[in-house]
């Protein structure tokens, strides 16, 4: 390695003149790459809501305690509203001196509420203030990911119906390839049962998630007579966490909830692979509404069915951030650690793009029309070979003799002349 | 690229003279990379006890159902008895023209039974007969990976005791820093914490894993009258997969079960992190038992925490299969397609992994001696600012201002005076 | 699934009343969750500066070809420049209509340029665009992290220089526990190797990006007489794509550099892992500076490692983008898909976080003080053991036989008496 | 956590009665987890023949250094050649405590030699020895794999030529949709161009994997006076390690060999996709020879893709070895630690797997058929509309007003009236 020139002692960046809150007993201020990566409040910002309602309830806790006067407990409320104000209009002022939002909001608590403002973080710490944080935005997330889910479920269970009345049959595949005749309800059927094991796995991770750290400090609990109950029923968790030093460094919920998003996104791409296909000039089983497809700079006559291509690109994100997850969690002493700053934007990105996603297979699924010549499918009659068997099973024929002699069927039409196979 | 010569058309491998028994229509068998690619039963006869089970259940439905008569039954019972032996002896022949533990002992089966063995494939296909194989696998898998970890969970309950008992108190470190003094015994509850999340999240996976595909056939389901409550009855399995399309694509289960065990294995990475740091020879908290440890051929005086590092090697593998899974799955068109074969080592593999490591870290956890000295451990006196601070709070300073004049910390000793603290 | 009520049919979002530029032929704009989908400018303006420099120079490629009048072009370029100057200045509107940075400054182009602007779409999609801007972001990404890398390289031997001429010796460690004693520049000439593989990596990731694909158009090259050398020559990019359907398609360089980033952040990862161990109260080896640690806001006394373990965060992140890009590639058939819009932000990320975490190591390293206590290490007297084995062995014992009486080693301190150990 | 029991101590297993190489000074044996975990020799037996070939040149080596008799190297020449006889014919012994290959080649090597094979580790320790081995056997994987890519692409030429004389146009897709008309030759050479991107990543990793660690001991060198040079020259490696820390921990080969492996194995998996497509009853673009498909057991009329499935299945495997061995990688402090020993089993089944999908894909693409009515493809005339703009911006329409009038696309028979296009 050619050393051109010695590498820079560290050297002050702009946020480094303000010192920190914590900054008590340090020469100087941070480093200027330290200052950029711990500066996270262009994101960690989405956690303001919950963040404030954190607060508030940790506060109306202190004053049940005894640690808050009623008077202070009025100021830091109505600090607390003003700045949710402030930050839903966008004129909250983000210091970067203040990393993240937990700081910015506390800066500004002080400055509105001053000395009541200073008394918020009594039996409570960054740490298990963040983790209060980040469950109350995951059980959110996984709020409007399951209903979004439903809605899914829903509008797949509608066309289903609409097709079961008109009878539509189609192939059933394996390997891709022309199986047995089935209803195209039966379709969208088996993906309303992937749907159903999603929201299941949803609602288990809320579950999990729906614990208070508050009360854990910085990792060895607090010696001041927190309601931590009271604190956790305002904000609607029914249970509390048992253990100070796992309660700070725990991300699992959120770890758990990428799990269940990625085997969400993995359906939701399965589908839009199908749907690629079935709207597509080959398999000719659906059109795209122009909705929900896209044009070519280049070539006129396209209909590309982007909404279906950037989901199944949305599951390539999800599982990633599943992987970055579970990374940082894997290298964490105890207890927390800085690492779980990087296991934000990944629960962010997941959350966003799973209810996108699901929103985008939803919009879809309602705007598809059957192509004229689909309202009664054409069934290869090589398809019905195994009904042949089975009948042949039925009279008493051994199924492997039945299978190697089955070939080709006779009489595929008579097995297709009752009523369209729904078998389960 | 430079073209020495042609590549090679297709060659015939060692297994293609025989045809497969799904051969009828082939003119010839599958060439020398496909047969290659086509062989499972060198890992998948672990799943030779399930298979076997489960075709014993599906053959007494067929019985009950009217399907094969109450010889042919006992004549597949017995066929099925003698199989199970031959392979737990190790005399069964394995044939890889039959490519799977499926179609081998369906073989044999038809060689031992006769006509009776040709007729347990009627309302069956290999595609929902994997699938329920797969279920039973994981299920046990489940069961033992839970019982181990309640067999870890106590012996870290059992070392807590005594070292509650003995009042050992050690430094909790945030950042890998001493942060406040802490009970031994609690942070092996921080461990415990973590295990009971991870029991239940094993428990919810078994509970979505234990479900009956069988009747779904290749894919369509199947016209005959078949038992599916009895059989699922008989194999232990409380419900019924509602859509056959989804129940033969579906490995849902695989995932959920791998994602546990992510992050268990996560866990016992960040337990075997901590106990390499403790049980060394800066940290100073712990000896490791000669019998969980290792020596080195060139440095006789080293006693290395092998078990905990092949335990958090462990875990990189858990995540990769995982990834792997979830990278299967999401490429599948509906319904069964073949890629699903590559599903089932990462499954093996990584329930042989949690197992066995919840095994070794039991070891360790077991074998750990404390250290003649730590039997009171060395508090620096700094770590006790945060509770120094916390009494000025009671005291009614704000908490910030209590923060920036507490350093140093006055009298660290009177705080220590009282009763170990184990706060939460 | 409970229908609580119908799903919607696609609604239209605020951006779907305007028509794109391709929306000839569509009776509609996008649906609400399609028009979420598709806006990429938030992220991918940061291929501003690129994507006009491939403009400016296809634009002189067309007029080279006769396919643009030196009029229109010097229209173009005045355009292009203004553009430029708008993005820099934050003035420059971007449209959600318009979805991408590549639409975006289209449109503006349109708007100062008129007629001209409309001719600089000829012979060039956005398929061909999107994919040159990307490899030359990839370009100057790598260039960026190899000079970073180059820093921390020069960095690392400063200080092993300091360290050498101090004569500091430590204890190398083989699975964390002391093995032998090295000098400590012994250690960071090892990081230093890690480094030089990394760039070794970085430079050949660099060299397959290096191709000029336009020219491709869509997917299928173009029939206008594109002066495709000149332009690439122009971009300073040595070779050109040879085959259009690849061309469009291809993202292996945005995976590959993003392989060489994984690899490089494992090394961060574990150089931070290191010092967070050997800047802590028990190594006791060095001391962090105030500018690369941070304080707590509950333990004044704390110095927190932040920068490293942030550090070893982001390289769970580049592991996780890594396998998005992956799995994205992995889902398309030939040639072009949407799906490749995902690729981006990982891209983005794995970059910014390759910068900044180098940066950051730098900065810890140039600011690491050894301990006064460490100017002479304290060297475990059986970590010689080996060298004493090897004394014998030279004299023609066996070496198992040395082995296994070697312990303990007689006279340590007489191996030790030479100079510094740092063989290799 | 219910305490049914307490949980057991360290248990000795059945390999723990016998000492290790490396035993002495320790009162037991392994427990019975420990031991589990310990041997590998299932697997990295694997790693024999290089093994050998390093034993070899290892003490070659030695005797030049005057550490070894010519009459001891002579006894230890012919020791390894009989144990290269006795695993090739399956007769070598394997015991479990002797956990590895290399402990259990070593403890046969003493058996035969006597005293000489005791001398064979000098200057060596498992730790360089293993690192050598890895080496050895990721070159020759690579070489492999190397070859059976470029046999791939010698497949794919070759059909791409006799396409190309039959003068075969089919329409070239993005987003899956039909888009322009190119020749079938330029598919297969879009995917020739993928394979040549793969070989060159394959030769960059060859090229920093062809580094001898010899001489680096267990992590700080030797002090005995090695011919590293000339060992290396006789292993075919053209560099030495530079640093004995770096070297016994550095994996980079493997994960860069993984991470060129996944690449390919993502471009195998878009060519099966691609194929499974066209060879299928909707596209009918190829017929799919007999030995490349499979039946099923239930529908006899089936031909299933199952090599292009299962190279499809393989990529995801492919995927989660290099996370896997990524995440090992990134947990390691410095030098080596046993987590090493999961990145082996990674790197096997990533070249089993990627040899062996490049031999499928091979064996695919040289059976396949062109379906009859494919020799002349049909081209919709839609997919011309791009030739049709690009004519009249050729005439000095402005491109985006082209691209508005441009459709319908007003003669595209014309536009086909010339040569079938394959522009690039």
Redesign the interface.
């Known amino acids: 390695?050619?050393?051109?020139?010695?590498?820079?002692?560290?050297?002050?960046g702009k946020t480094?003149g303000k010192k920190?809150?914590?900054?008590?007993?340090?020469?100087?201020?941070?480093?200027?790459?330290?200052a950029?990566?711990?500066i996270s409040h262009p994101w960690d910002r989405r956690l303001a809501e919950v963040d404030l309602r954190g607060s508030l309830a940790h506060a109306r806790g202190l004053q049940r305690s005894g640690?808050l006067t009623r008077a202070a407990l009025a100021r830091i409320e109505s600090a607390l509203r003003r700045i949710a104000g402030e930050i839903e209009r966008g004129s909250f002022r983000f210091e970067d001196a203040d990393e993240d939002i937990h700081l910015n909001v506390e800066r500004r608590l002080?400055e509105l509420a001053g000395?009541a403002g200073?008394?918020?973080?009594?039996?409570r710490?960054?740490?298990d203030q963040v983790a209060l944080d980040l469950r109350l935005w995951t059980i959110a997330a996984i709020d409007r990911a399951s209903e979004a889910a439903?809605?899914?479920?829903?509008?797949l269970?509608?066309r289903a119906d609409e097709f079961l009345e008109a009878n539509v049959v189609v192939a059933?595949?394996?390997?891709?390839?022309?199986?047995?005749?089935?209803l195209l309800a039966?379709?969208f059927?088996?993906?309303?049962?992937?749907?159903?094991?999603d929201?299941?796995?949803l609602a288990?991770a809320r579950r999990?998630a729906a614990v208070s750290p508050l009360?854990?400090?910085?990792?060895?609990?607090?010696?001041?007579p927190l309601d931590r109950k009271g604190v956790a029923r305002e904000l609607g968790l029914p249970s509390l966490?048992?253990?100070?030093?796992?309660?700070?460094s725990?991300r699992?919920f959120a770890?758990?909830f990428e799990?269940a998003a990625?085997?969400a996104?993995?359906h939701l791409?399965?589908i839009a692979?199908?749907l690629?296909?079935w709207t597509?000039?080959?398999?000719?089983l659906f059109l795209l509404?122009?909705?929900?497809s896209?044009?070519?700079?280049?070539?006129?006559?396209?209909?590309?069915?982007?909404?279906l291509?950037?989901?199944?690109?949305?599951?390539?994100?999800v599982?990633?951030?599943?992987?970055?997850?579970?990374?940082?969690?894997?290298?964490?002493?105890?207890?927390?650690?800085?690492?779980?700053?990087?296991?934000q934007?990944?629960l962010f990105e997941t959350a966003d793009a799973l209810e996108?996603?699901l929103?985008?297979v939803?919009?879809?699924?309602?705007?598809l029309r059957l192509r004229p010549e689909n309202e009664r499918a054409p069934i290869?009659p090589?398809?019905l070979?195994?009904?042949v068997?089975?009948?042949l099973?039925?009279r008493g024929v051994?199924?492997?003799?039945a299978?190697?002699t089955?070939?080709?069927p006779a009489e595929p039409e008579t097995a297709m002349a009752g009523a369209p196979?729904h078998?389960?």
Chains 1, 2, 3, 4 share one sequence.
């Not at 200073?118 to 039996?123: K, L, M, V």
């Not at 966490?241 to 700070?248: E, P, R, T």
């Open positions: 390695m050619k050393r051109r020139k010695s590498a820079p002692g560290p050297r002050r480094s920190a809150l914590w900054g008590a007993g340090f020469a100087s201020g941070p480093g200027e790459a330290l950029r990566l711990s640690l002080i000395d200073r008394r918020i973080h009594a039996g710490s960054r740490n439903r809605v899914l479920g829903t509008a269970l509608d059933a595949r394996t390997h891709l390839r022309g199986a047995q005749p089935v039966h379709v059927h088996a993906w309303v049962e992937m749907l159903l094991r929201r299941g796995r288990d999990r009360g854990s400090g910085a990792c060895a609990g607090s010696t001041l966490s048992a253990n100070s030093l796992d309660a700070v725990d699992d770890a758990e799990s990625a085997l996104m993995a791409s399965r692979e199908d690629i296909l597509g000039e080959e398999y000719r509404s122009d909705a929900t896209t044009g070519s700079s280049m070539m006129p006559q396209k209909k590309n069915p982007d909404s291509e950037l989901t199944r690109g949305k599951a390539g994100r599982f990633g951030n599943l992987m970055a997850t579970l990374t940082v969690i894997k290298g964490l002493p105890l207890s927390y650690d800085r690492d779980l700053q990087e296991t934007q990944p996108l996603s929103a985008a939803t919009e879809v699924v309602a705007g290869e090589t398809t070979a195994t009904d068997a089975e009948e099973v039925a051994p199924f492997r003799t299978h190697e089955g070939y080709p196979r078998v389960m």
